[in-house]
């Protein structure tokens, strides 16, 4: 049998000869799952069982094959929360805690103590189970098309005790935004990556599934769509929230102004990059010109 010492260092060194740069942190997460302990390594000349050796070296495996770390553990944590992850659905990101800030922190500032709020492209769930969390007297729709994804949303609702309305629906269809009236608030991470982004995807994030990444040639068409299609289905004065990709701030807010939105708030990540806007439900209907030819 080997030791835990002998162990780490064993799938360390394959990790890293696979050109995984967090190898280190990788195998102290796989370690801390198997063994379930926080702090493993305080005993390093302890034996490994076989079974957990075998668990151990076929999760170093899977990594070194590029499989994200969170898909091999099968949870992951996001805004404190647990969320179970893998194949089929997006991994949430501590970028979207800015997202989930931004909406308590306006329902706070509107004195909204039960907003009604509809989280679009909801995924594993993520944004509307910490606003729920945050919000308990919320009333929180969670949309989401893809089956897998769906089904993560309803284990993580049900893992973290949360009443939520979980609704699987295309959000780029009329009557899916139809369905809904009277919200305060939509919040929504919808897919915002470009084409040309899609094909240049770091190993990992190559196996999220593309339709949680590609958001359309230019990556805005959500945006476009979701303003234009969800307005009706906001309260008069109702917000929009938003996160989008790096650099994307001016397009989004000023899809917002011509979809009839105003007082655009931008947000940034605990990086410094803006990463969320929110705007205001204007009380005129935006002016489209028929441009058709
Ligand atoms: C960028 S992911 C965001 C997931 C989650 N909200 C988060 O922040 O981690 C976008 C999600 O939108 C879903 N999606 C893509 N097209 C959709 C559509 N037309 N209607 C509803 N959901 C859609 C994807 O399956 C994916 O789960």
């Given amino acids: 049998m080997v030791s835990r010492k002998e162990l780490f260092e064993s799938c360390r060194s394959d990790m ?7 190898a280190r942190f990788d195998t102290l997460c796989m370690f801390q799952d198997v063994l379930k302990e926080t702090v493993p390594m305080l005993r390093p000349d302890e034996t490994v069982p076989d079974e957990a050796e075998e668990t151990l070296r076929n999760m170093t495996k899977r990594r070194c094959q590029g499989e994200p770390l969170q ?22 990101r501590p970028d979207t805690e800015t997202l989930v800030d931004q909406v308590i922190d306006i329902c706070r500032e509107r004195g909204l103590s039960s907003p009604r ?31 897998k994804a769906y089904g993560y949303l309803c284990e993580n609702t049900a893992l973290n005790g949360t009443d939520i309305h979980t609704v699987k629906a295309d959000v780029l269809k009329k009557e899916t935004a ?5 919200l305060d608030i939509i919040v929504s991470n919808p897919p915002y990556l470009t084409s040309e982004e899609m094909n240049d995807l770091q190993r990992e994030v190559a196996c999220e599934p593309g339709l949680a990444l590609f958001g359309g040639s230019d990556g805005l068409g959500f945006y476009r769509a979701i303003s234009q299609l969800w307005r009706r289905s906001l309260k008069n004065d109702g917000v929009i ?10 397009q989004v807010a000023s899809i917002l102004s011509d979809s009839g939105f105003s007082c ?19 009380s005129t209907e935006p002016q489209y010109i028929d441009n058709t030819v």
């Fill in 264 to 282: 655009p708030k931008i947000r940034r990540d605990t990086q410094g990059i803006i990463r969320t806007v929110s705007a205001v439900k204007s």
């Fill in 117 to 147: 709020i509809a989280d679009l492209c909801s995924g594993s769930g993520c944004i509307a189970v910490a606003l729920k969390k945050q919000l308990p007297e919320a009333e929180i729709w969670a949309v989401e098309i893809s089956d």
């Fill in 71 to 92: 898909y091999i553990l099968g949870e992951w944590e996001f805004y404190g929360l647990p969320f179970k992850v893998g194949e089929g659905v997006l991994i949430p």
């Fill in 241 to 250: 929230a938003f996160e989008f990709g790096m650099d994307q701030h001016d």
């Fill in 178 to 182: 139809g369905m809904f009236s009277g």
């Fill in 16 to 22: 890293e000869s696979a050109d995984i740069d967090t």
